[in-house]
């Protein structure tokens, strides 16, 4: 078996942010976020002509899109300023400006970044989001580079938001953005890691140390799930040498007795393909096959760390799919722990066998007020959606417009496709209840009407496909610097807020 040591004590994430008094930097770099008009803003903290002749020389307006950079003379030195419009009518983003600049200083070696939010209108809640912005596009992956292949070159070490009440922006960014940050950074680095670091029984001991925030973590291994009827998870994993586990993570911040939400993650911790196996080109991003998992324990992570007022649960079941002599067959028929049987005609469409047998136990033991499944579950949501939209589908209309609301103010955005008896015959098997995929067409709808068998008509569901949104090898959003996203922690602290917290 492959053992890797970590050879660097280098951390994923080396930037700290903080919140000061309005006022100019004198070293390193500086942001500066303009009004409309001439660029009001930056003349009362760089009275430097410098700024005004180049502004005049990029015809810039203080309009939307517009930006300049250039240096300024300080006591120190020089400054280098970065100024982004703000624009006129539009509601400002300024935690992707900020994440933008950031983009543009890689490589440059300047060690501090400041941030002049500008404008009587930029909230606490503004400078919060400028401070999350910040650390996720300066995240990166170096703990298993050695010191000889470190960028010579130092990246950014301090961001400084500079705002009129720092102490206000400080707590917001305490109570929910510093958290959902550890949460989506948590999930980066489950996802980047190689799977011999992250395989089902390493990825249960990390989860456990979210005990230390006050989460209930429990794990069950094969022999507690060969109890439970759990064929089909299991049947996923008999061809590895490595143990499936089943972990249960319990946040109670709600009413003592309230029905919890329900968050099940598929954690396929690498997918050969198993006997159906996949192609060689390409097949190591299938560490990332458990980018679901990923963003439900980051989102427990967050939810604990902001100590969310709502009762939630987490499932993640976490196997191994690899061909060898006992693995699952094209033709075998399993049965789940529902006791419906299932025909496995490709055993490389195993996510959905996995999550079949977590959402009916979490179901059936925790009788949760609304369920939500993620997974980076169907090649063909990325020909559908591409990569900006994850798949959403539902048995529920209120969940499915709670989460689209959702998405669309955490950024973690979802788009409904349907689903209909139509879809759902394609899964019929002369053989068994049920056949796990349903052909080339509607790929991913006949994957959701496979999971809404186990999930029975009272429960509200909704399930996630998150192939093109959990992992990226390309990447247009300056947030989102590695393979792993962390798509879906946001998503879900969002929906939990919104809809458990009041």
Do not use: C
Request: glycine residues 12%; hydrophobic residues 40%; charged residues 25%.
């Amino acid at each position: 078996m492959a053992t890797h040591k970590n050879n660097s004590a280098d951390l994923t994430e080396t930037v700290t942010v903080t919140f000061v008094e309005d006022g100019p930097a004198t070293s390193g770099a500086a942001l500066v976020i303009a009004d409309h008009g001439n660029g009001q803003g930056y003349d009362r903290l760089y009275p430097d002509d410098v700024l005004d002749a180049v502004a005049k020389t990029t015809d810039f307006k203080g309009k939307s899109g517009q930006k300049f950079s250039t240096f300024v003379g300080s006591g120190e030195g020089a400054v280098q300023v970065f100024v982004r419009a703000r624009g006129k009518d539009d509601v400002f983003d300024y935690e992707n400006a900020v994440a933008s600049t950031a983009k543009d200083m890689k490589g440059s070696g300047v060690r501090e970044l400041t941030v002049h939010l500008g404008g009587s209108d930029a909230s606490a809640d503004d400078a919060a989001r400028a401070a999350l912005g910040a650390r996720l596009a300066t995240y990166v992956f170096n703990r298993h580079k050695s010191k000889a292949t470190l960028s010579k070159v130092k990246p950014l070490k301090a961001v400084h938001i500079s705002t009129d009440d720092p102490k206000a922006a400080q707590r917001a960014y305490d109570n929910y953005y510093g958290p959902i940050g550890d949460g989506i950074i948590f999930a980066r680095d489950l996802v980047n890691e190689p799977p011999n670091v992250i395989y089902p029984s390493n990825y249960a001991a990390r989860l456990r140390t979210l005990s230390d925030i006050g989460v209930e973590v429990d794990v069950l291994g094969e022999a507690e799930m060969e109890k439970l009827g759990m064929w089909a998870l299991l049947g996923v994993g008999v061809g590895s040498e490595r143990e499936s586990k089943l972990v249960v993570m319990r946040w109670n911040g709600g009413k003592d007795g309230g029905k919890p939400a329900l968050l099940v993650g598929k954690g396929v911790t690498f997918d050969t393909g198993g006997i159906s196996l996949k192609p060689g080109a390409n097949m190591w991003d299938m560490k990332g096959d458990m980018g679901g998992s990923a963003a439900v324990s980051g989102a427990m992570m967050s939810l604990a760390k902001r100590k969310a007022k709502a009762n939630v649960i987490g499932i993640v079941g976490l196997v191994e799919n690899m061909p060898d002599g006992r693995a699952q067959l094209p033709g075998d028929i399993v049965t789940s722990m529902s006791g419906q049987t299932i025909e496995v005609q490709n055993t490389d469409a195993e996510g959905r066998l996995v999550l079949a047998d977590a959402l009916h136990y979490g179901i059936t033991k925790y009788e949760p007020d609304a369920v939500i499944d993620l997974a980076t579950l169907t090649g063909a949501i990325i020909i559908s959606l591409g990569h900006d939209y994850a798949g959403l589908f539902s048995n529920d209309d209120g969940l499915a417009e709670q989460l689209s609301l959702a998405g669309e103010a955490s950024t973690d955005k979802v788009w409904r496709l349907p689903m209909a008896k139509s879809y759902d015959k394609l899964l019929n098997s002369p053989n068994a209840d049920m056949k796990n995929i349903g052909g080339r067409a509607a790929g991913s709808i006949t994957a959701a009407q496979f999971l809404k068998r186990f999930v029975g008509k009272d429960t509200p569901w909704a399930h996630i496909d998150i192939a093109g949104t959990g992992m990226k090898n390309q990447r247009t959003d300056p947030r989102e610097t590695t393979f792993g996203t962390g798509f879906g922690v946001r998503l879900l602290n969002r929906w939990v807020a919104d809809n458990y917290e009041g």
